[in-house]
């Protein structure tokens, strides 16, 4: 077995690579090299790649998508405070490495690899990076729970964080699904919908491989306008959607409402066989309830109308809660090279685990189901 730190994708042959990543959108070669081709996911942006990949006699065997980080944006699992712990005792946070899919929440595997003999490698090779002089710090984000365990067996500390995840009922549309509901929340759901509709506004889903150039450029300026009303950082350009869209469209659907024959917004989707992974939005006029309907009843729509077990829909935002998104605990994995601010985040886990229960017991509590459905540990695969 050979180890290999890589720092361009295109590098690794993309059938290898591909085989090993589960079918998941965000781990496709395709979907990680659109991110450094466009400049998206580059050293000048801050997210400089060190894919570690493990070959036996010429076949990738293993790989993990692992960036060496000189912030901590684009991430969902926040480490502020760690750093400026680090800052105000005189010690230097970044550069840190971090394995995740940049700008993305989306739970998935970080080692891939067929056993766990061979993950263990892989996580092993992330630890001895680490180590490197000049790194503070390793982070695994967002890994399925029996991969986080097995990180966990390689001396990392696991923390827990929530996120609200949709899962299919198995019924037939969208009126069963809502009489799955408690009345309250059905009637809202019904409110909501018809305020839309009674605008005009119609929807129409678009699959990758019919997604014209003019509906790409129309998308990212509605994703650009919603990004400058928030004030938040635009990650993504029109150049790397347009990749994407060329290279793995058979993972995308892109949802765009209009009225009166006018496009007013819209949002894109990634997919498989089994998940929606809702991405990104955006919306040229303002209308009561259209971001719901955009982006959660149009989704769910079609998870039932092509069986699609899961739909998660990003990370935070207990607003999804009353439309039928519940509470999954998702897993990071950590190490700290200094042995007092380890022991110190170690300390701060285990306390904050116990307030991650707590929100877990309040967001079951307040489900919108008539039924209590069986409460989640974990997300993703065992």
């Known amino acids: 077995m050979t180890i290999r730190v890589v720092e361009t994708i295109a590098d690794i042959p993309a059938a290898q690579w591909d085989a090993l990543a589960e079918n998941n959108p965000f781990l496709k070669h395709a979907y990680l090299n659109a991110l450094q081709e466009t400049g998206c996911a580059s050293p000048e942006t801050g997210w400089q790649a060190q894919f570690i990949t493990l070959w ?58 067929a056993t766990p003999e061979l993950r263990a490698q892989l996580v092993r090779a992330a630890l001895e990076l680490a180590h490197e002089p000049g790194i503070s710090s390793l982070h695994l984000l967002f890994p399925y729970a029996g991969q986080a365990q097995e990180m966990q067996q390689q001396g990392m500390m696991l923390r827990r964080g929530v996120q609200l995840h949709w899962r299919n009922p198995g019924c037939g549309n969208f009126t069963e699904y809502l009489a799955s509901m408690r009345r309250d929340k059905r009637k809202k759901i019904n409110q909501e919908r018809r305020k839309v509709s009674d605008t005009g506004i119609s929807f129409e889903h678009i699959r990758g491989e019919d997604i014209t150039p003019q509906q790409w ?96 829909g990003g990370a935070q935002g207990e607003h999804k809660l009353s439309r039928g998104f519940l509470p999954s605990v998702t897993w990071s994995a950590h190490w700290l090279a200094h042995p007092r601010f380890s022991r110190a985040v170690e300390d701060f886990l285990q306390r904050e685990s116990g307030g991650i229960e707590q929100y877990m017991d309040e967001l079951n509590d307040s489900s919108p189901f008539k039924r209590q459905t069986p409460r989640l540990e974990s997300t993703g695969l065992e």
Request: glycine share 8%; aromatic share 18%.
């Open 56 to 113: 036996d006699d010429g076949q990738l065997v293993g790989g993990m998508p692992l960036y060496l980080k000189f912030h901590s944006y684009g991430e969902f699992v926040f480490d502020w405070a760690w750093a400026d712990a680090y800052q105000r005792n005189g010690l230097t946070y970044y550069p840190k490495l971090v394995s995740s899919v940049p700008f993305t929440p989306a739970t998935g595997p970080r080692a891939l690899a």
């Open 217 to 312: 450029e129309f998308f990212v300026r509605c994703y650009q306008h919603t990004h400058v009303q928030y004030n938040s950082p635009q990650p993504l350009n029109l150049e790397f959607f347009q990749h994407i869209g060329r290279t793995m469209p058979e993972h995308i659907l892109l949802i765009i409402g209009s009225r009166d024959g006018q496009p007013i917004c819209a949002a894109i989707n990634f997919y498989n066989h089994d998940t929606l992974f809702g991405r990104s939005w955006g919306a040229l006029e303002y209308h009561p309830g259209l971001h719901f309907e955009t982006c959660y009843y149009q989704g769910i729509e079609f998870c039932l109308n092509h069986r699609i077990a899961l739909f998660e």
